[in-house]
């Protein structure tokens, strides 16, 4: 049974840096894409994050660009999240997810529809 188990979330201040887990089980996603997106109260699930199989391309939501860091450790079967200079605007349930498809070492894909399984969410609450 494959899981996705997000950990991290938390309740901060803005400013503050949380830094997100994603440890997958299972099955190795070292050949996949894997991605954060999050979901606030009333709004559709977004793209936060999302990094290739080789960790060596990156992409983010314009919202986080210069924020957020997107990273993977293949032996460990998990992606990170690290957050910085966080603002109430970055409220939202925390969602990782990962590719089946195993595509070029620069594959990053940013769609919903691109990806196959889903962790629980991780709630973040930023206050100012």
């Known amino acids: 049974q494959v899981q996705l188990v997000e950990s991290g979330g938390g309740s901060v201040q803005a400013g503050d840096s949380l830094r997100l887990s994603c440890a997958a089980s299972?099955?190795?996603?070292?050949?996949?894409?894997m991605g954060w997106f999050r979901q606030a109260p009333g709004k559709e699930r977004e793209s936060v994050a999302a990094?290739?199989?080789?960790?060596?391309?990156?992409l983010y939501a314009d919202s986080v660009k210069g924020r957020f860091t997107i990273s993977r450790d293949n032996a460990k079967n998990t992606v990170y999240l690290q957050m910085n200079s966080l603002k109430p605007e970055d409220t939202a349930v925390y969602y990782c997810?990962?590719?089946?498809?195993?595509?070029?070492?620069?594959?990053?894909?940013?769609?919903?529809?691109?990806?196959?399984?889903w962790g629980q969410g991780t709630q973040v609450t930023v206050s100012s």
């Open positions: 997810a990962a590719d089946t498809y195993s595509g070029s070492r620069s594959y990053t894909p940013v769609s919903r529809a691109q990806y196959e399984y």
């Open positions: 299972g099955r190795t996603f070292s050949r996949n894409a």
């Open positions: 990094i290739s199989w080789s960790g060596g391309s990156t």
